[in-house]
């Protein structure tokens, strides 16, 4: 029972283009959504985060934007860099249901930047 | 400082051996987690410590054994593991999810176990 789902196994875009990386949730008691960055052997670094009480969270080059009707949420790099070449993982969480800040995390996607 | 630091990076260890995993941090962060990764697969949650006080067991095996001495430090005791449980063994800690909405866990390097 995957309840964070990132649908795109890989996606490969040009430098300076646009990436876009989705998510779908099932749980509608997910009230929080991170978007962490991962490279091979390394641990998840956080990239940014949405609450559920807002639609669009904006940070240099990321935004995140959530649609809670659709429980979809989507992370765009504008402009890409090679440097953003990893994998990328969605994660959610119920804080307000759990107090426990336990993250579920989809698949992940991996996102290459072609130079 | 906002690191997670996990030592060690790699471990080798036979299905006799007894080995612990540690992990630090200086955030005063009290919540603190184990997660499993495998191979091409998101990690998925182990233990949560809460104000050093396990909280959530996710029905993991024996085997494996969380302890929290204090609210800076975790340790995972590994003992007569099998070869599937090879993975990378990522801590994380987080503020308690109570004190502020918006926090997100940071997460140490991770330990890369592989049980021969």
């Known amino acids: 029972d995957q309840q964070v789902k990132q649908n795109s196994p890989s996606l490969s875009v040009q430098e300076g283009r646009i990436s876009i990386l989705n998510c779908d949730y099932t749980?509608?008691?997910?009230?929080?959504f991170l978007w962490y960055k991962k490279y091979p052997a390394e641990g998840p670094t956080f990239l940014i985060s949405i609450s559920s009480i807002k639609d669009k969270n904006e940070d240099g080059r990321f935004t995140v934007f959530l649609n809670k009707s659709a429980k979809h949420l989507s992370l765009h790099i504008v402009p890409s860099q090679p440097g953003d070449s990893a994998v990328y993982f969605c994660?959610?969480?119920?804080?307000?249901?759990?107090?426990?800040?336990?993250?579920?995390f989809g698949q992940g996607t991996t996102l290459q930047v072609k130079p | 400082d906002t690191e997670v630091t996990q030592t060690p990076k790699h471990l080798v260890m036979g299905m006799t051996n007894k080995k612990s995993l540690k992990c630090e941090q200086h955030m005063g962060h009290r919540a603190m987690y184990w997660y499993k990764q495998k191979a091409k697969k998101p990690p998925e949650l182990m233990f949560v410590y809460s104000y050093e006080k396990l909280s959530i067991n996710e029905s993991v095996p024996s085997r494996f054994s969380p302890e929290c001495p204090n609210s800076s430090l975790l340790n995972l005791h590994l003992h007569a593991l099998q070869p599937e449980d090879s993975a990378l063994y990522l801590c994380?800690?987080?503020?308690?999810?109570?004190?502020?909405?918006?926090?997100?866990?940071?997460f140490g390097q991770g330990t890369r176990l592989t049980v021969v």
């Open positions: 994660a959610a969480s119920a804080k307000r249901a759990s107090n426990t800040g336990k993250l579920i």
């Open positions: 749980n509608s008691m997910f009230d929080y």
């Open positions: 994380a800690s987080s503020p308690p999810a109570g004190a502020r909405m918006n926090t997100e866990a940071f």
